[in-house]
């Protein structure tokens, strides 16, 4: 083949239009990959839109579940997850951090180190039961605090812990060791160093992480049916040791029930839960354009 | 060649290891006080570890080992009831790179001062070093903008303003313009003339004409032998002797540009 250059010698055959197709073929199916994706998944949000948005009236967040589908609203499932979702921030946040800190800066790296970071990585991709089954066992049943929400926060902190302490140690490792140099430099000891700088610094980061953490709890099911969180509550929550239930677990209840109009509540449900997620997630992604750091 | 100075630091029989890794050999010189004395020498020789000998900073590195005295006016430093927190406050860093914190200009150079709890007027601290290093005129009016909106000369000179403000005797530079515009560069040569007057500097450096030109005092390191990858001390003088008369041949090849 001849090109346009008269240098061309034909010791080479470049196939040039040939190699341009097959990137434009290439480009093709990565285009198709995502509408694929994106079609599937707008026609699942859709659908429940259109099954359950005549649900969403005040009464559907003010009422108990109820045996009357017109009766029945999220009001416990509410309460449930928003008391969860405050007990395991609470809980896993601190020793999230704590862990993320003594990892990147204080531990030494040896064999038991590096022994440590291979299990909490390992923790973060075990299924979400064996946790329900490890809260069951420890703190339903061990530690005596029945199917509270007390001690569903506590499983579900043990959950989220791995990823809090993954991302905490990512933002953390991200402040620049010029920094550490210059605060120890100045005669600042360790721990005002980490107080002053390191910490501050990499805030952003851990918040969004605890956030992405907290979406991941707030849509969780499996450990807190395991544990044996309720479905069925027509009383307010008044303290950490009361009986709940959770708005996916309030779902799954009415999807499994025969009638028509309760396909539809968990749809209206689902459009709450979703909504809630999606807020979160947005939060997190306004909290790291704000407030991170361009070195 | 010291003897109408009186000496900041004395460094006697000076190694550090790295692991197994025999980084500095047997060093050992005195530093003269308000004097600017340059460290120069090839890459890899170990002039930032020798630097960084005076203010303990090696002590991050966990496989570090020091071994010798570095007598700051007559006290050990590496004596174990001291601790390197103290020591460096007394002696001060600037590094390669401007390394401000993300905080505004004003909590830069207060930092260490609030830290070591500075019992004075503060804004006046802050104030009167901002103009030892010859930055107040140009942020004055904005003390509270981030220090990351700054050149990176004038990061460079808000690190100096920043060291200066935990009032040290000694001020260790690593290269401090080698990140840096030769304008940028140039006021940080003559800033360090000002600085002499009150400080002792030390200052490692790539480019020989910035010592020739800044330093009083030079020492040239050099791997100790062929084969051998620890650095040492090879020769020290005054810096015009180093660079017109140097007694070593490799100090000749190195100064005259031959290599290196």
């Given at each position: ?92 946040f601190?020793?999230?951090v ?69 991302s905490g140690?990512?933002a ?30 990499a805030m952003p980061g851990i918040l969004t992480g605890t956030i992405l953490a907290m ?68 939060l997190a992604?306004?909290l790291r354009?704000k407030l991170?750091?361009?070195? | ?260």
């Amino acid at each position: 083949m001849n090109g346009l250059f008269a240098n061309e010698n034909g010791r080479f055959s470049p196939r040039l239009s040939l190699r341009l197709r097959y990137g434009r073929l290439f480009q093709l199916l990565s285009l198709a990959a995502v509408t694929l994706g994106l079609i599937v998944l707008s026609v699942l949000i859709l659908d429940i839109i259109l099954d359950g948005y005549k649900w969403l009236r005040p009464e559907f967040f003010s009422q108990f579940p109820s045996r009357f589908p017109e009766k029945s609203g999220l009001r416990s499932a509410l309460q449930g997850s928003l008391w969860m979702i405050s007990l395991t921030a609470l809980m896993a946040f601190p020793i999230g951090v704590g862990a993320a800190i003594y990892l990147e800066e204080y531990a030494s790296d040896n064999w038991l180190t590096r022994f440590i970071e291979i299990n909490i990585a390992n923790l973060a991709g075990v299924p979400s039961i064996i946790y329900g089954l490890l809260g069951l066992g420890l703190f339903v049943r061990g530690l005596e605090l029945g199917r509270s929400v007390l001690a569903g926060s506590m499983t579900m902190a043990l959950l989220v812990l791995p990823i809090l302490i993954v991302s905490g140690r990512e933002a953390i490792r991200a402040v620049p060791q010029s920094l550490r140099h210059a605060s120890l430099a100045l005669g600042a000891t360790k721990w005002q160093t980490i107080q002053n700088h390191v910490l501050p610094y990499a805030m952003p980061g851990i918040l969004t992480g605890t956030i992405l953490a907290m979406s991941r709890a707030i849509g969780e099911t499996a450990p807190l049916i395991t544990i044996g969180a309720l479905t069925y509550i027509r009383f307010d929550l008044k303290g950490p040791l009361d009986l709940f239930t959770v708005l996916p677990i309030q779902i799954f209840n009415w999807v499994s029930l025969p009638k028509a109009e309760f396909q539809q509540l968990a749809a209206a449900g689902i459009i709450v839960l979703l909504a809630v997620l999606l807020s979160l997630n947005a939060l997190a992604i306004v909290l790291r354009n704000k407030l991170q750091i361009r070195w | 060649m010291l003897q109408n100075h009186e000496i900041a630091l004395s460094v006697n029989n000076l190694n550090v290891y790295y692991g197994g890794f025999h980084a500095l050999e047997d060093i050992s010189l005195e530093i003269p006080a308000r004097q600017i004395t340059a460290i120069i020498g090839p890459s890899g020789c170990g002039k930032s570890t020798f630097l960084r000998c005076f203010n303990r900073m090696n002590d991050l590195v966990p496989s570090a080992r020091v071994q010798g005295q570095v007598l700051f006016y007559g006290q050990n430093i590496y004596d174990p009831k001291i601790n390197p927190v103290e020591v460096r406050r007394h002696i001060g860093m600037v590094f390669q790179k401007p390394n401000p914190f993300p905080k505004s200009i004003y909590e830069n150079v207060a930092y260490g001062a609030r830290i070591n709890g500075y019992k004075g007027d503060m804004d006046e601290l802050v104030e009167r070093s901002l103009r030892a290093a010859a930055l107040w005129d140009e942020v004055k009016d904005n003390l509270k903008k981030s220090a990351l909106a700054l050149s990176g000369g004038q990061q460079q000179r808000l690190c100096i303003a920043r060291a200066i403000a935990v009032e040290p005797q000694v001020i260790l530079m690593d290269e401090p313009a080698s990140a840096l515009d030769p304008i940028a560069t140039l006021k940080i040569e003559e800033l360090m003339q000002e600085l002499k007057k009150d400080y002792t500097i030390v200052i490692v450096t790539h480019n020989m004409q910035q010592a020739a030109r800044a330093s009083d005092y030079t020492a040239m390191m050099m791997l100790s032998k062929e084969g051998s990858r620890a650095g040492t001390v090879i020769e020290y003088d005054r810096t015009d002797a180093i660079f017109t008369r140097p007694k070593d041949k490799r100090t000749e090849d190195y100064v005259t540009g031959r290599f290196g």
